[in-house]
């Protein structure tokens, strides 16, 4: 029997409903949900990527600032408008969009960013709180898969977990996520690299594979096991033999993958669709520690 879909794009939907009735809620409370962001550059990636915050932001009603800068900005100017919203009380949560212009420092930037605004989760503060278990931000991947998992039905706790990707954005902290002692998580973790040797015999144990590393068909029938859960953040431009014209698809070969798994997302359409929404819903709960 095929798998399960799990739809991203209605998943999302129905938390966007949820958020504007919390962002009702702050603004009966006088509070304006509010979320500011930095774009460096004309990079058409993260252009369109940051439209579709601001649409977003719109959509549930939350405030949206962008701070445009061009791509030679000097790393002092950068910090100075990092530091402006910091102190903007309006803006509850920033992000600045990456990749930066290489003469920028990332992890400068971002630790610019106060703790409590760093709805992206890329703060060593909130990593370090992340691990302890205690309330953090995390990046919006991390939360998209979890809550996907969550509600529809795939409770991490004692399942056997691998998770093929080992960086700071999936892999590190969806595993500080899923190991605490507590509810939702208390999942059995491993993290793998893309060139573990015998790869397939880790993942061949798991009852939910999350895999990351965009390689098309990277992971194969074989290498899960019948009723597995598959989570796949890949992106891939290849060529569709039929049409010739490009199409994206994940990191999983999804046609043979889907007739073992019990669960599969789709690419496009699973978890790429939720990452704008994990923004917000991190935004909201930013302005609501304000009350």
């Not at 979320?35 to 990079?43: K, P």
């Not at 892999?171 to 060139?195: F, H, W």
């Not at 895999?211 to 009723?227: H, L, Q, R, W, Y």
Request: one cysteine or more.
């Amino acid at each position: 029997m095929p798998a399960k879909i799990l739809d991203g794009r209605k998943l999302s939907t129905d938390i966007r409903e949820e958020l504007k009735g919390r962002v009702k809620r702050l603004l009966e409370k006088g509070i304006t949900p509010g979320l500011g962001g930095i774009l460096v550059g004309e990079d058409p990636g993260s252009v369109t990527y940051v439209g579709l915050k601001s649409k977003a932001c719109e959509e549930v009603g939350i405030k949206e600032k962008v701070v445009r800068l061009p791509e030679n900005i000097t790393e002092e100017e950068l910090l100075k408008n990092i530091d402006q919203l910091n102190q903007d009380p309006e803006i509850h949560g920033t992000f600045i969009q990456l990749p930066l212009p290489k003469h920028l420092s990332e992890d400068k930037a971002l630790t610019r960013i106060l703790p409590e605004k760093d709805v992206d989760g890329f703060h060593p503060l909130n990593v370090g709180k992340a691990w302890l278990g205690q309330p953090a931000f995390f990046p919006a991947v991390v939360i998209a898969i979890h809550e996907m998992l969550i509600r529809y039905g795939y409770d991490p706790k004692d399942n056997d977990m691998v998770i093929v990707n080992v960086d700071n954005m999936v892999g590190k902290p969806m595993a500080s996520l899923l190991i605490q002692d507590k509810e939702k998580a208390r999942a059995n973790v491993t993290l793998c690299y893309p060139t573990t040797p015998n790869l397939a015999s880790y993942t061949r144990r798991a009852d939910i594979v999350i895999v990351s590393v965009n390689k098309p068909n990277f992971i194969t029938a074989d290498m899960v096991k019948e009723g597995a859960i598959v989570m796949d953040f890949g992106s891939n431009w290849v060529e569709d033999p039929t049409t010739k014209k490009r199409k994206t698809v994940g990191d999983v070969d999804f046609e043979v993958v889907k007739e073992k798994a019990e669960a599969i997302t789709p690419v496009p359409g699973g978890i790429g669709p939720m990452l704008v929404t994990m923004l917000l819903v991190n935004t909201v709960t930013a302005a609501e520690m304000k009350l």
